[in-house]
C-alpha cells in the first residue's frame, strides 16, 4: 500500500516562510574563518529553511552552489518575510544582493588572473577585499532575517557546535597557507 501525497492547499494567505538565524559574532567569525565557504552553508540553510516552510519544490543545494543566480530572490523573501513579520517595509536590501552577485563575478574574474611581483600580490588583496565586501553584503540580510525573527541578536544559533571549531581549524591552516603567500610576495622571496 502506497502513501497518497495530497496536493497544497491554495490559499489566499501567505506561506510563513522561515530562514536560517545566525548571531553576528558566528557570522563573522565562520565567514572569515573558512575564506569565504560558509557562505556555500548560509545560502544552503536559508533556502533549506525557505523549502521546509512554504513547502516549495527546490533545491536548497543548486540554490547555494549557484548563488549568484539566487541570490536577488532569496534577499527579495527575507524583505517580504520582515514585513509580514512587523508590518513595515524594511530597509531595502536588494542593493546588497546586487553588490553580492557584482563582486562574486569580479572576484572570480580577479582569482583566474597570475602574475608576479606587484600584480600578483595587488591579485591577492583584492581576494581578501572581495572576500570581506561578499560576508557583509550576506550578513546585511542576515540582520534583517534575525530582526524578522525577533531575534535581532541571533541568539537563537550564537554556539559554536564541534563542526564550526572543525571548520575553522581547517580554514586558519588554509589562512595559514593564504598568508604565507602573501608574505612571499610582499618580501619577493619564492620559495
Known sequence: ???????????????????YIVSAKKFWTLSLM???I???????????????????????????????????SLFSFIEVKYEQENGEKPIRIIHYATA????????????????????????????YL???????CCFK???LVNKANNDPSGSANSSFTLINYVF??????LWYLVLLGTYTLLTDQYL
Open 38 to 72: 560558509y557562505a556555500l552553508y548560509w545560502f544552503y540553510k536559508h533556502w533549506s529553511e525557505y523549502k521546509k516552510s512554504t513547502g516549495e519544490d527546490i533545491w536548497p543545494v543548486p540554490r547555494a552552489i549557484f548563488s549568484i543566480f539566487f541570490t536577488h
Open 130 to 136: 572581495t572576500l570581506v565586501i561578499t560576508s557583509f
Open 168 to 173: 575553522i581549524f581547517i580554514g586558519v591552516a
Open 34 to 36: 573558512t575564506l569565504g
Open 100 to 127: 553580492f552577485v557584482i563582486v562574486t563575478i569580479v572576484g572570480g574574474m580577479i582569482n583566474t588572473k597570475s602574475g608576479t611581483g606587484q600584480v600578483a600580490l595587488y591579485i591577492e588583496l583584492a581576494w
Open 141 to 143: 540580510a542576515q540582520m
Open 1 to 19: 500500500m502506497s502513501e497518497e501525497v495530497l496536493p497544497r492547499l491554495n490559499t489566499d494567505e501567505p506561506a510563513q516562510m522561515q530562514f
